[in-house]
């Protein structure tokens, strides 16, 4: 009857393994958060005052450049402050299409104001807040994408204090301040690349056309699938010298084009306006790879010679992605510089003690658990109690392998997968009580217990799943972590009370001759 | 061993009571909580004062919790590594509805006080600086929305998997877990922390698995007891699972007994809520989910209408005429 016993128990022992394996050894292999082991604590004062200094001078370029266009002339430029630009000379022949260009290109964010031939342009004070407002906002998804993309999980990166222009970043498990500091600094790197071919699901594919061979002046970069889906990986092959990197840039931002689809602008200074002109100039219709961190981020077609410092990216972007990529761009020069006011390592923020009696806690309940289980269902309380570990052991291989950092709210995850563990099992077991009152035997009592559960198992898992998915979708940091923790739990969960607890009972039975009519539950 | 094998408690009778009676609880502590100007925030949400002080000899940063617990529960101790020697930060949350500077004052002479009552040695103030929140309330609000989110694809499974009824009365007693217990964490004066944020969500999940494992016997019992009214049909359910619903809430409340007796203070907050939340899930799932199922059905005209007015239940008996269990297996 039981004649798959083998296998089934070969399956557990392997999923065990691998679990184990994947956690093992538990010291180095489990990442503990901030509050559990500590890491590093820094304080960052963003210079908003960069970010208005390069809206105002990318605003009087804008300006100058449309005057030029116009053939409208002007004696000087000036900046006497970093929210204010003057320009000097506008003849009163010139003064009334000068005010309609002034108001087209900058009456949005500056008030205009005239003395003689001189106009002094002020940006207006609502527009200064929001772009300190923007330039911190910036710089903390920079750094949190930095600080992701180099693998520190749960780190805290929050606007800190009461002016507004600091930030806080702390890393767990980082162990000293200069590392902590070098992941932060590691300034994104901007290029943009012509592509030679691409893109293509593997590399072979792309080398075929050169004997496999890489030829020297080319490079292969992955990236993302250019449809706006992310974990996906494409590979491309580009030109090994950059047309254009992220110093030649100066601003970029989501903008409209003139279907009104979402697009990119980016605005060049002037020495990268004439290096991207000539490279646009002689390659119209070829893709240019957009590279950030050395990653192909966006792989745009040229659409025509661009010589002015102005140009614009389009694609098929929707207003967020259009709104990313600009953010990508923007991050790849930070607006504002920032400096440290405050450095430093620090211990876990729940004390060795806490830590100590939390585990002492945990354990003292695991055991009253089990001892509850074992008085009363007596032998079927010890497959519950194996179901259970095997549980938590499947857990923390999975958080583990997917490096997931272990906190407070992490542990409330598991305390939840206890508690589903225990449900399980009793669910099965009282059925199984119940089968046996009216059952012809033993057997068939242990069968019917676990079918008819299934269902109420499948139910409620299903509908946590659902809860994790949406936690995990909408939540940040501490939620998603609980919501990672509850999701592996659920899957390891289904795994261990159904088919372990199944397989253990079976084992029993099998040892027992056929029409037994006991069993120990 | 065994406990209520066979139970025939009629609860389904007191539905209307136990409904009122969550209600009066929780209109009590909404009251409490609008009376005092909102739930109580931790540090996460609302801020500090943060000192950072040198000690001239070694401390354990332990006997500094100690030493400041008396100021607040939440308050954060972190050891500087590397910087100068027997260096720390020590964080409290800030008073509610006080300025900044004040706060900053207050906050620091309450800290370096405490430290000093706590007899820890002479030690230096190095920084006094005020702390944001670390979870602005944009993230505040998100973590609201991937809540009502989650119940939301609850509600809509369960629906799928059951009836709109039941995905109501599954939610309705989800939401109903959700205030009691902030209505119990502000009368014993708890700060909403991240850590109780957890809990909650953990409670959450509690409750609706609860409700879905009676829903399913419901579901199940349906089959075979077709001309049963659905309270009645409710009630047996409820007895049936009874078992096990009081067996998997006592042992999980063991669990968290240990973590609330053992666990010390910074897990205190944590285990409290679960020994609430479980308690409260588990009587919802009987008096709230179910008796909103009930409810609800009745009143839009659903096939076991006709016998579902609180009226015709054998009032006055604490027990009711389920039919033995025994029929609907013999016809399964």
Redesign the interface.
Known sequence: MYKNLRWKFLTIVAVTGLAVAAFWPPSTRVRRGLDLQ?GV?LVLKVQTEDAVNLETETASDQLRQALKTANITTTGWHQPSVDTFAVDGITPANDSQFRTMADQQVSAEFDRDSLGGTYTFKMKPNVVINTKIAAVQQAIQTINRRVNELGVSEP?V?????RGD?I?V?LPGVK??ANAKEIIKSTAQLRLHLVEAGPAPDQTTLLAAYNGKKPEDMDLVPGDPGDGTTGGQVWYLIQHSPAITGTDLQNARPGLDQYNKPNVRFTLKSEGAVKFGAVTRANVGRQLAIILDNRVVSSPRIDGPISTTDAEITGSFTQQEAANLSLTLRSGALPATMTYEAE???????????VR??I???V???G??TL??L??Y?MAGINAFVSIALNLTILLGCMAYVGAVMT??GI??F??T???G??SN??IF?RI??ELE?AKGVRQAVAAGFD?VF??IV??H???L??????F???????QG?ATT?FFGLIANVFTAVFVSRTLFEFILSRKPAGAATLSI | MRIFKHANYNFIRWRWHALIASVVIIWAGVGTIFLRGGVPMGIEFRGGAAVVVQFDQPVGDDAVRRAIDPVSHDAQVQVYKGTGANQMMVRIPMAEGEAETTMLNTGAREIEDALQKGNLGHFTVISRDVIGPSVGSDLRNKGIWATVAALGGILVYVAFRFRPAFAVGAVVAAFHDILITLVFLTWFRYDMTLNIIAAILTITGYSVNDTIVVFDRVRENQKAMRRVPLDQIVNTSVNQTLGRTVITSSATLLAVLALYILGGEVLRGFAFTMIIGVITGTYSTVFIAAAIAIILTGRSGGPTQASVAPAKMPAGSAKTTAPAPKSRRASA
């Open positions: 500590g604590h805290n929050a606007p800190y204090g009461t600091e806080v702390e000293d301040v430093n390592a620090v211990g876990p923020s729940l004390g060795a003690d806490s009696a939390g002492i806690a945990s003292t309940g695991l009253l658990v509850f289980m008085v009363y007596r407070l709210p409330a995850g305390i939840l206890i508690g589903m225990v449900d009793v669910l009282e009580r119940e009216t008819r269902i109420t139910d409620t299903v509908s946590s659902i809860a994790a998915a949406f936690l979708q909408f939540g940040t940091g501490p939620i609980f509850l």
